[in-house]
């Protein structure tokens, strides 16, 4: 059963910084690899999809890196904005055949203006 | 607007009664995927339909639960004898199938607050 677990769990910093946001999974046959944004009371906003193949995507002032052998991916966010806080989840395939994403519990993120 | 759709957005509703929401996919996606998300957790799978065909159903989904796509275009979550514990955010999402597991675009949800 994939697990997946994001660190920190919380994360408060001044506006202008760059900042990484950490993900791990525990079955490392996925076919890609979801980052996703939440704020408070909404949906689920997708930032970026790496597929399996694929080492790295950038969107703007994002980036994720994926390493699938060692079970881990990265967020970078350059130059943070007041803008840029909410919840960050990382979601992987949830492995075994079965379809759809395993997510992890989020990283609450505030810029601090 | 070509989004994932679901209505309602709010529903509050007294213990033992039964609700039921819609999701609306995005057009031409044949995956659909209903999740449920607590506070402070990340959402979790509940089921999902390839076209009108629900293929997977979760251990989360007790008795209570049922979910429907009868034309395999939009789908329905219907909760019955409602209990506090199924207060949460229930996420709909859809996914154009290409072999494997594509691109999710989630809706807006739909909170349920039962009292």
């Known amino acids: 059963k994939q697990e997946v677990t994001q660190i920190p769990a919380a994360l408060s910093v001044p506006e202008g910084e760059n900042l990484v946001l950490n993900c791990s999974f525990t079955d490392s046959a996925i076919y890609n690899l979801q980052w996703f944004r939440q704020d408070p009371g909404k949906g689920l906003t997708s930032l970026l999809l790496i597929q399996s193949s694929q080492r790295e995507q950038t969107s703007g002032r994002l980036n994720a890196s994926l390493d699938k052998s060692s079970g881990r991916s990265t967020l970078y966010i350059a130059a943070s904005q007041p803008g840029d806080s909410a919840t960050y989840l990382c979601?992987?395939?949830?492995?075994?055949?079965?379809?759809?994403?395993?997510f992890g519990k989020g990283t609450h993120l505030i810029i601090q203006p | 607007d070509t989004g994932v759709s679901q209505n309602p957005r709010h529903k509050i509703t007294k213990r033992g009664q039964n609700v039921t929401f819609r999701c609306d996919p995005i057009?031409?996606?044949?995956?659909l995927y209903w999740y449920r998300q607590t506070l402070g957790q990340g959402p979790e799978f509940l089921t999902y339909f390839q076209n009108e065909a629900q293929l997977e159903k979760s251990r989360l989904l007790s008795d209570r639960f049922s979910a429907e796509r009868p034309k395999g275009s939009f789908s329905t979550l219907e909760i019955q004898r409602t209990e506090q514990g199924d207060s949460a955010m229930y996420l709909c999402?859809?996914?154009?199938?290409?072999?494997?597991?594509?691109?999710?675009?989630f809706g807006e949800g739909s909170r349920l607050t039962v009292l």
């Open positions: 979601a992987v395939g949830r492995g075994g055949g079965a379809d759809g994403l395993t």
């Open positions: 057009s031409e996606h044949n995956r």
């Open positions: 999402a859809s996914s154009p199938y290409r072999g494997n597991t594509g691109e999710l675009f």
